[in-house]
């Protein structure tokens, strides 16, 4: 489901030229729930941003299903991204001027698919996360916790071939993190996603099938997987 090789990637600061990613490469097979574990500031973000075409690597190629996004222009990769990956973000990122319901069908809106059978979807996924009664609160009025499983009703209501989750519990409590992960595991998993989260923290990593270690720009197999 998604393979990237030789994946390198810096950023000029000042005078230094910081190396974020060097020759970074996995493989990770479709239905697998994989965590990289890294601390701040080592590239995972960066790493996410160029599997969904979101940046684009200095070196290297990634594919998604089979799709080379290296060869694929800006407006091709932005296509991609809406139909194929999900995104879950440590911020939530929803949009504030925009209810529950409006946020999670904001993503079949944008590939042009709200019929009813979409619309059903979408009540079943809000009904899962347990938010259905919310679903006309903008989000102000949710708390972190809420707001996040909002997020993750939006990243699969498309019913995208890759989940992508950004440190999905660093804005919330570790209780409530918890529950996001046991959440998280169970909706991608009851739906077939593959599913890709970097992450800080080693009891976050625990969910996956698999753990890998991103040091020093390259990624390894961890002693927690």
Excluded: C
């Amino acid at each position: 489901m998604l393979r990237f090789e030789n994946v390198s990637k810096s950023y000029q600061e000042g005078s230094q030229l910081r190396v974020v990613l060097h020759n970074a490469h996995a493989e990770i097979q479709a239905g697998e729930a994989v965590a990289i574990l890294g601390k701040s500031g080592t590239g995972k973000s960066t790493l996410l941003n160029i599997i969904s075409g979101i940046d684009v690597a200095d070196v290297g190629n990634v594919w998604v299903d089979g799709q080379n996004l290296t060869a694929l222009n800006e407006h091709e990769r932005t296509l991609f991204r809406r139909h194929e990956i999900g995104f879950v973000f440590q911020f939530f990122n929803l949009i504030p001027t925009l209810t529950t319901w409006e946020n999670i069908l904001l993503p079949l809106e944008l590939v042009g698919k709200v019929g009813a059978s979409e619309r059903e979807r979408a009540q079943a996924l809000l009904n899962d996360v347990g938010l259905w009664e919310r679903r006309d609160t903008f989000p102000d009025r949710l708390s972190g916790g809420e707001q996040q499983r909002v997020a993750l009703a939006r990243a699969l209501v498309h019913q995208p071939k890759l989940v992508l989750a950004d440190e999905p519990t660093g804005n919330l409590d570790e209780d409530t993190g918890q529950k996001i992960l046991a959440l998280l595991d169970r909706l991608t998993r009851q739906q077939g996603r593959t599913l890709l989260m970097v992450t800080h923290r080693s009891d976050a990593a625990t969910f996956a099938d698999r753990i890998l270690r991103l040091q020093d720009g390259q990624l390894l197999p961890s002693e927690l997987g």
